[in-house]
């Protein structure tokens, strides 16, 4: 049965997007059977992977409102052992259109059990919000894994979103727990990134990978091109990291 993963962060820019595409990718290229789900608005997961997201009949939006099935809205084998349950803004509106219909914090944990067992992880890349769609990823979830840039307010961001994972763990899903911190955009030539580094650790005792995702320009320069960081730049730093943090979520037991 596969290991759902939520990556989540209330706190934008901390490389979620980044984080979500390149460990499915990496997983995949691992021999694992991945299935991607986006449920941000935003569908940068989606055109990252290549899609054209607004040209799309079936997305997840119409999944939650209930005019599709699971199964016509996964788009297969967009990259080798990797299908996408795809968003565009059409999602945006999910919110408002979910107001008063019953039990709408499981209506994506329905519909995934249903498939869940063709795949060895679901990666879900969570909006940076804490909303009806997050909470739905969360009630979906196994665990939540929380990519944390190395800059100042780290900390502040990362509180707010253990307050969070606990409100859902003990309301919605008590199986529900935290996978791990992973570091993103290191920059060794700075001590701001060391410190965050260190003080993290110091504040959260457990669940630290020890991967570190490197600032990296290969990197940010993929998604324009709709092709993971294993794919678009094999050998860089930035696939490298990756790799090392896919192997290190498939030796991870909760």
Same mark, same amino acid.
């Given at each position: 049965m596969g290991r759902v993963i939520a990556v989540a962060n209330q706190k934008g820019g901390v490389g979620k997007t980044t984080t979500a595409i390149n460990l499915s990718a990496c997983l995949a290229e691992k021999g694992k059977k991945i299935l991607t789900i986006d449920i941000d608005p935003q569908g940068n997961t989606s055109s990252g992977l290549g899609v054209d997201k607004n040209s799309l009949k079936n997305t997840v939006y119409q999944l939650?409102?209930?005019?599709?099935?699971?199964?016509?809205? $996964? &788009?297969?084998?967009? %990259?080798?052992?990797?299908?996408? &349950?795809?968003?565009?803004?059409?999602?945006?509106? @999910?919110?408002?259109? =979910?107001?008063?219909?019953?039990?709408?914090? %499981?209506?994506?944990?329905?519909?995934?059990? *249903?498939? *869940?067992?063709?795949?060895? %992880?679901?990666? $879900?890349?969570?909006?940076?919000? =804490?909303? #009806?769609? #997050? /909470?739905? @990823?969360? #009630?979906? @979830?196994?665990?939540?894994? /929380?990519?944390?840039?190395?800059?100042?307010? @780290? =900390?502040?961001? =990362? +509180?707010?979103? $253990?307050? +969070?994972?606990? &409100?859902?763990?003990?309301r919605l899903n008590p199986d529900l727990y935290l996978e791990g911190v992973v570091f993103t955009m290191f920059d060794a030539r700075t001590n701001l990134s060391l410190q965050v580094v260190e003080n993290v650790k110091t504040n959260l005792k457990q669940n630290i990978y020890k991967t570190i995702i490197p600032r990296n320009v290969r990197l940010a320069e993929a998604p324009s091109h709709g092709i993971p960081i294993n794919f678009y730049d094999s050998k860089s730093a930035g696939a490298e990291g990756y790799r090392d943090l896919a192997d290190e979520v498939i030796d991870h037991k909760d």
């Open positions: 939650i409102i209930g005019q599709s099935s699971i199964n016509q809205c $996964i &788009l297969e084998n967009v %990259f080798d052992n990797l299908d996408l &349950l795809p968003s565009n803004v059409d999602l945006a509106g @999910a919110e408002i259109e =979910l107001i008063g219909v019953e039990d709408r914090e %499981f209506i994506l944990k329905k519909e995934v059990e *249903k498939i *869940k067992d063709n795949y060895d %992880f679901i990666i $879900i890349d969570c909006p940076p919000s =804490l909303n #009806t769609l #997050t /909470v739905n @990823a969360m #009630t979906t @979830a196994d665990s939540v894994l /929380v990519p944390i840039q190395c800059e100042y307010y @780290a =900390l502040e961001g =990362l +509180t707010q979103l $253990i307050h +969070t994972i606990n &409100l859902v763990k003990n």
